[in-house]
């Protein structure tokens, strides 16, 4: 059971947009931590896609965007392609924990 | 262009200690960065194991700090992982990552890992 609370799953079609939602509570996002955003594709490492909430390192599509209120944070994918197919995880800190937690994970498919 | 390169063996038997190696290219360990270990169970998530800066100070994960060693090679700018007792529940890729902000924690380099399985 991850600290961070992710859909197991979402999907799309070409050209819509979708949203990942990441839960946690008082000790992490909640706390004021940052949440940040890495993409998996299949047999590779996570890639950092948003850092510190809302924040595209250089490189990162603008079809990508980040937020975070109270104890949730999302992202967001607008106009999804195909490439986008992948797992999304979110990341932050835990005070209980004393240490950085990741989500469960988002399967991410593109009908 | 910074880059990190993982090593060690692929196959350790039940008890035994795992032993992982990463090369920083393109960075020295002695910046101001934290040097991280994070590993996936095979169709699992993400699991932080812990990290540490280059004058020795570290953070384990709870979970996992009664098996956990890390330490730093200046001399061959890399860092090195040990975690003991192993048990098929420690069978993952392992990954080591560089954190790119301490305050805000998110991790920017990454190696390619290495898949790391526990069995006899």
């Known amino acids: 059971q991850s600290v961070l609370t992710q859909p197991p799953s979402v999907s799309g079609a070409p050209g819509q947009r979708v949203t990942i939602s990441c839960t946690g509570s008082s000790s992490n996002i909640g706390a004021g931590y940052d949440v940040h955003w890495y993409q998996q594709l299949p047999g590779t490492a996570p890639k950092l896609l948003i850092y510190v909430n809302s924040n595209r390192p250089s490189g990162v599509s603008d079809r990508l965007s980040g937020s975070k209120s109270g104890t949730s944070a999302s992202l967001a994918i607008t106009g999804l392609q195909a490439e986008d197919e992948a797992d999304y995880y979110c990341?932050?800190?835990?005070?209980?924990?004393?240490?950085?937690?990741f989500g469960g994970g988002t399967k991410l498919t593109v009908l | 262009q910074v880059q990190l390169q993982e090593s060690g063996p692929g196959l350790v038997k039940p008890s035994g200690t795992l032993s992982l190696s990463c090369v920083v290219s393109?960075?020295?360990?002695?910046?101001?960065?934290?040097w991280t270990w994070i590993r996936q169970p095979p169709g699992k998530g993400l699991e932080w194991i812990g990290e540490l800066f280059h004058n020795g100070r570290s953070n384990y994960s709870p979970s996992l700090k009664s098996r956990v060693t890390m330490s730093v090679d200046k001399a061959k700018n890399q860092f090195s992982l040990k975690l003991t007792s192993l048990t098929a529940a420690d069978t993952a890729v392992y990954y080591c990552a560089r954190l790119n902000d301490s305050l805000a924690g998110y991790y920017d380099y990454w190696g390619q890992g290495t898949l790391v399985t526990v069995s006899s």
């Open positions: 393109g960075d020295s360990i002695t910046s101001n960065y934290w």
């Open positions: 990341q932050s800190y835990d005070s209980s924990l004393s240490g950085w937690v």
